[in-house]
């Protein structure tokens, strides 16, 4: 089994930076690509940030691109996403999602980052 796990959130100030990060482990694996997500209260969870595992390509959503961030640090199945300029509207729970070269989709269980005005 492969297992995610998200670190990371926490409270901070509108304005301010925070970085989440998503390590994998478990059985041998071919990481394809990462993915950050994130839900807030009462709303559908929403993509945020992608990378490709080989050659690092990123993609973002609207709502994230020019503030937030996304790598990788292959060695150790890690990726990141550093948060700057943060609004009150970016406050939700935060998932990583890793998918595998075949296929196979593993998500983390969540880090909560609050923004506070």
């Known amino acids: 089994q492969v297992q995610v796990v998200e670190s990371g959130g926490g409270l901070v100030q509108a304005g301010g930076s925070l970085r989440v990060s998503c390590a994998a482990s478990g059985r041998t694996f071919s990481t394809y690509e990462m993915k950050w997500y994130r839900q807030a209260p009462g709303k559908e969870r929403e993509f945020v940030a992608g990378i490709w595992w080989i050659g690092g390509r990123t993609y973002y959503s609207d709502s994230v691109k020019g503030r937030f961030t996304i790598s990788r640090d292959v060695a150790k199945n890690t990726a990141y996403l550093q948060m700057n300029s943060l609004k009150p509207e970016d406050t939700a729970i935060y998932y990583c999602?890793?998918?595998?070269?075949?296929?196979?989709?593993?998500w983390g269980q969540g880090t909560q980052v609050t923004v506070s005005s």
């Open positions: 999602k890793l998918r595998e070269s075949g296929g196979g989709d593993y």
